[in-house]
């Protein structure tokens, strides 16, 4: 379980360094082109069942499930337990909104539509692929890591380790496809994590009576918890 206090801003900050370190690099092209076929100009595992109907339709559709019983936890629960699911919703839709809009506002354009791998748009001419929309299904899940450890739940680092390893999969799934370089689903990742740490310093408070409650994020409420359901 990650510590309480600022270690989530450092992961942020970590995150985006090595995002930024990894923009000066040839890696997202050098990655890119492991999966393209320079003599057809094409991706041939864009359309391949796997990453099409598993990996892009399937986990999208089980991440649906997975909002749709947090939803249905807000009215079954109530106390800490209802405010940390109500937290954990909000962020799902808040966050993959965000991602969405930033997205269609960009002008990054996705390597299969860009002229050097058989696309049709020349580099800076257009966009609408930056950040990664599909590792958002998987990066929005972070909200349960917020939920889970200001419940002061021990399992919270599991879900953070696990939500983790689905984002990066969903990323590499879309580089592989060529739908998007691996960094778009870096940059999602980090953009939600970021967005869910703001969220959750608004939305979980922090106990008045703990000395080192300024400026953490997030705080166990076992206490809270207990008293809800004694």
């Known amino acids: 379980m990650l510590q309480q206090g600022r270690s989530e801003w450092a992961i942020a900050g970590i995150w985006v360094s090595l995002l930024l ?6 890696f997202d092209t050098l990655i890119t082109g492991w999966f393209f076929d320079p003599v057809t100009m094409s991706f041939p595992q864009a359309r391949h069942w796997f990453w099409e109907s598993v990996m892009h339709d399937g986990v999208k559709d089980l991440v649906i499930v997975v ?5 249905f936890g807000i009215f079954y629960f109530r106390g800490a337990y209802r405010r940390a699911l109500l937290f954990a919703f909000g962020s799902m839709i808040f966050t993959t909104t965000v991602v969405a809009i930033i997205k269609y506002q960009s002008n990054v ?20 692929c930056w950040p990664s929309g599909h590792a958002s ?9 917020f939920a889970a450890r200001w419940l002061g739940k021990d399992y919270s680092g599991r879900i953070f380790a696990g939500v983790m390893m689905l984002g990066t999969l969903l990323s590499v799934s879309q580089t592989v496809r060529g739908a998007h370089f691996l960094s778009h689903g870096m940059w999602t990742g980090v953009i939600i994590w970021t967005l869910n740490c703001l969220m959750a ?10 000395p080192q409650a300024m400026g953490i994020v997030c705080q166990p409420a076992a206490a ?3 008293a809800d359901y004694s």
């Open 21 to 26: 370190i990894w923009k000066v690099t040839a």
């Open 109 to 128: 354009a996705c390597p299969w539509d860009m002229a050097e791998y058989g696309g049709d748009v020349v580099a800076g001419a257009g966009g609408g």
């Open 201 to 210: 310093r608004i939305w979980l408070p922090v106990s008045a009576d703990d």
């Open 224 to 226: 809270k918890v207990a």
């Open 67 to 71: 909002a749709l019983a947090t939803l």
């Open 137 to 145: 299904t998987g990066y929005c899940l972070f909200a349960l890591f």
